[in-house]
């Protein structure tokens, strides 16, 4: 029986247990709305992110509250008024973190003929079907998932008309396990005639198609090879998941229970073999899709080598309050850049404390600005 993906993110990215309390530890960030309650008609334009310059003094010799920067701005425009105190402090820090590191956008190459980013904007469901509780793409029959499908991309469309959208199926084909398996890998590949399926439903839509690894005890070494049949075609992508990765001081470990991790070099492996056979096929560039929700889950992150044949997304995992996944993307995406971010929504975990699921709107103001989308 397929053994079911944690997720793990009862704490943010890095944090240490005397941090503090979260979000509502820090300034508020002094926000203000109309006298009616709108919201403003579009996002701004970022101005750099620099912050407001020494605050003046009035007449009467008061100091004047300084004018908000671009950060609250964005916040301002983009957050609706049910989200709490915590969840607008921790948005201003993360667009903050964006906007003042001077590592976005990354210095790369300029993307080959073909590519999808940062042209389009990926929008996937996740999981796998023998299982309805991995993920929206086995919780629900094909048809039902396929129609809710169509209306989430169709949300995003609307929210960014000037990024086109490019649906994708985010299929689990090593899903780690609790058990060890004849191998004992703790780990369960999924037969070629499951991706052939998905792979059906996704062309059907006009989606592309990635493929993801949850090494267990095994490698990605190991479990990379027998995709490549699958990864040879031009619609086909990639996906690594550090979280069950038990490897890196995890070995012993049982896969959810112990978040796992990910060097630099198991990166560099999977972009060598992309790359490959972008050249051997002449195939448009692939994308590589990296899970990170701790800092400590992909290690060595400034070794990983950027290379025009394979366009690498690191995406922020985690589940949680809005304050909290805005928190994690600040420190494990924003703050570290690799090439391009992406952002993860779940349809329970998110909500299960009552708030509102983040709409495309709201994680547009995220800087850099996430161009990959992910709902399980």
Same mark, same amino acid.
């Given at each position: 029986?397929?053994?079911?993906?944690?997720?793990?993110?009862?704490?943010?990215?890095?944090?240490?247990?005397?941090?503090?309390?979260?979000?509502?530890?820090?300034?508020?960030?002094?926000?203000?709305?109309?006298?009616?309650?709108?919201?403003?008609?579009?996002?701004?334009?970022?101005?750099?992110?620099?912050?407001?310059?020494?605050?003046?003094?009035?007449?009467?010799?008061?100091?004047?509250?300084?004018?908000?920067?671009?950060?609250?701005?964005?916040?301002?425009?983009?957050?609706?008024?049910?989200?709490?105190?915590?969840?607008?402090?921790?948005?201003?820090?993360?667009?903050?973190?964006?906007?003042?590191?001077?590592?976005?956008?990354?210095?790369?190459?300029?993307?080959?003929?073909?590519?999808?980013?940062?042209?389009?904007?990926?929008?996937?469901?996740?999981?796998?079907?023998?299982?309805?509780?991995?993920?929206?793409?086995?919780?629900?029959?094909?048809?039902? *998932?396929? #129609? /809710?499908?169509?209306?989430?991309?169709?949300?995003?469309? @609307? $929210?960014?008309?000037?990024?086109?959208?490019? &649906?994708?199926?985010?299929?689990?084909?090593?899903?780690?396990?609790?058990?060890?398996?004849?191998?004992?890998?703790?780990?369960?590949?999924?037969?070629?005639?499951?991706?052939?399926?998905?792979?059906?439903?996704?062309?059907?839509?006009?989606?592309?198609?990635?493929?993801?690894?949850?090494?267990?005890?095994?490698?990605?070494?190991?479990?990379?090879?027998?995709?490549?049949?699958?990864?040879?075609?031009?619609?086909?992508?990639?996906?690594?998941?550090?979280?069950?990765?038990?490897?890196?001081?995890?070995?012993?470990?049982?896969?959810?229970?112990?978040?796992?991790? *990910?060097? #630099? /070099?198991?990166?560099?492996?999977?972009?060598?073999?992309? @790359? $490959?056979?972008?050249?051997?096929?002449?195939? &448009?560039?692939?994308?590589?899709?990296?899970?990170?929700?701790?800092?400590?889950?992909?290690?060595?992150?400034?070794?990983?080598?950027?290379?025009?044949?394979?366009?690498?997304?690191?995406?922020?995992?985690?589940?949680?309050?809005?304050?909290?996944?805005?928190?994690?993307?600040?420190?494990?995406?924003?703050?570290?850049?690799?090439?391009?971010?992406?952002?993860?929504?779940?349809?329970?975990?998110?909500?299960?404390?009552?708030?509102?699921?983040?709409?495309?709107?709201?994680?547009?103001?995220?800087?850099?600005?996430?161009?990959?989308?992910?709902?399980?």
């Amino acid at each position: 029986m397929v053994w079911l993906c944690l997720g793990l993110m009862a704490l943010a990215c890095g944090r240490e247990p005397s941090a503090g309390a979260g979000p509502a530890a820090r300034a508020a960030p002094g926000q203000t709305r109309d006298s009616a309650g709108g919201e403003a008609s579009q996002i701004p334009v970022d101005s750099g992110g620099g912050s407001a310059a020494a605050v003046p003094l009035d007449s009467t010799g008061k100091r004047r509250r300084p004018p908000p920067d671009s950060a609250i701005l964005i916040q301002i425009a983009t957050q609706p008024k049910r989200r709490t105190k915590a969840d607008s402090i921790s948005l201003v820090a993360s667009i903050r973190t964006g906007l003042k590191n001077p590592g976005w956008p990354v210095k790369g190459p300029t993307p080959l003929a073909g590519s999808l980013l940062p042209a389009k904007r990926i929008v996937a469901f996740y999981g796998n079907p023998l299982s309805k509780k991995m993920g929206i793409l086995g919780e629900l029959p094909p048809d039902q *998932m396929l #129609a /809710r499908f169509d209306s989430i991309v169709a949300q995003w469309r @609307a $929210a960014d008309p000037a990024t086109p959208v490019q &649906p994708a199926l985010h299929l689990v084909v090593s899903v780690a396990q609790g058990l060890p398996g004849k191998d004992a890998m703790y780990r369960q590949r999924s037969d070629p005639g499951l991706i052939e399926k998905v792979y059906g439903w996704a062309r059907s839509k006009g989606a592309i198609t990635i493929l993801d690894i949850q090494a267990g005890k095994s490698t990605i070494d190991s479990e990379l090879p027998r995709l490549i049949p699958f990864l040879s075609r031009p619609d086909v992508h990639l996906g690594l998941d550090p979280e069950f990765n038990m490897h890196y001081n995890r070995e012993g470990r049982i896969p959810g229970t112990k978040i796992g991790a *990910m060097d #630099a /070099r198991d990166v560099n492996y999977a972009i060598d073999q992309l @790359a $490959a056979l972008v050249t051997k096929y002449h195939l &448009p560039p692939k994308v590589l899709v990296v899970h990170r929700f701790t800092t400590n889950m992909l290690q060595h992150v400034s070794n990983i080598r950027i290379d025009p044949r394979v366009q690498v997304v690191i995406n922020m995992d985690g589940w949680g309050q809005p304050w909290l996944k805005f928190d994690t993307y600040a420190k494990c995406e924003a703050a570290q850049p690799v090439e391009y971010t992406g952002f993860k929504l779940f349809f329970h975990n998110d909500t299960r404390k009552g708030d509102p699921l983040l709409a495309p709107r709201e994680v547009l103001a995220l800087r850099p600005r996430p161009i990959y989308i992910q709902y399980q």
